[in-house]
């Protein structure tokens, strides 16, 4: 997925759902979104798209946080945009390396179905969902689709949503 993608899907997702938030600290938290892509820069592609190593790094915000405020509602919706970001990784066919530092496997997942018409008739040729394994590989690696399209409607849909739901002064779903 491309930057946008991995701040705007998972901030429309929280803000919509969240009671009665602040705007401005959710869309300063939805760059958390991107940390994972960190590891591409760090020249270790993989490392940080880690269910195991993004647990060690919120563990202690989350520590701090409940000692601090007594809460860890920002805690919990920073975690969200980390882990999301592995989630759409993983719909956009992008390994993800679960386990790591415990394994260098990765998973890519593929949804190689496709949909043959043939005058009034179709059919479907492949499968549904097709896994496959990787290994992670270490070395500095591009980013590829910096903003896709895909990034770009997502920030559109959640501005609009965002300019209606001001416009009509309803809160978000509470």
Do not use: C
Request: proline share 6%; net charge positive.
């Amino acid at each position: 997925m491309d930057v946008l993608a991995h701040i705007f899907i998972p901030l429309t997702i929280v803000y919509f759902l969240k009671k009665k938030s602040n705007p401005y600290y959710i869309l300063t938290l939805a760059f958390f979104g991107l940390l994972p892509d960190l590891d591409k820069v760090m020249g270790l592609p993989g490392v940080l798209h880690s269910i195991i190593t993004l647990t060690i790094i919120i563990l202690p915000i989350f520590i701090i946080e409940k000692i601090a405020k007594r809460s860890w509602i920002y805690t919990s919706i920073i975690a969200f945009f980390m882990f999301s970001h592995l989630l759409l990784d993983l719909l956009d066919a992008s390994p993800i390396f679960p386990f790591y530092p415990f394994s260098n496997i990765g998973i890519i997942v593929e949804f190689p179905l496709r949909i043959s018409f043939n005058g009034p008739s179709f059919s479907f040729i492949g499968s549904l969902i097709q896994v496959t394994y990787t290994r992670l590989e270490t070395g500095f690696n591009t980013y590829n689709g910096i903003i896709s399209g895909f990034g770009i409607t997502s920030a559109l849909l959640f501005i609009t949503l965002f300019i209606i739901t001001k416009k009509s002064g309803k809160e978000p779903i509470t």
